[in-house]
């Protein structure tokens, strides 16, 4: 089962999750905040809406199209550029 590292904290997690499901495993069901400082997270959960963007490695990724690995680091952001 894979550790990473999510908001400072070693999580272990089941094989072949995406990072989306282990954030939400871990209750963590905002992913981002809008320039706006709206609550954003998973909509579609397939990779189309791009809500559920997070840092993984310090590259801006769709969670819910991640396989959490070990070794990752995942830290959720205040803002996405481009946000509407």
Same mark, same amino acid.
């Given at each position: ?19 989306? #499901? ?14 706006? !400082?709206?609550?954003?997270?998973? @909509?579609? !959960?397939? !990779? ?5 963007? #997070?840092?993984?490695? !310090? ?5 819910? @199209?991640?396989? #959490? ?16």
């Amino acid at each position: 089962m894979p550790e990473l590292t999510v908001e400072g904290r070693a999580v272990t997690v089941a094989d072949g999750v995406t990072v989306l #499901a282990a954030l939400q495993n871990l209750g963590l069901h905002v992913t981002r905040r809008s320039g706006r !400082g709206e609550a954003r997270g998973a @909509l579609c !959960g397939m !990779g189309v809406c791009a809500e559920c963007r #997070a840092l993984v490695n !310090g590259v801006l990724v769709r969670t819910c @199209l991640t396989t #959490a690995q070990a070794g990752l680091t995942v830290e959720r952001v205040a803002e996405v550029r481009g946000d509407r």
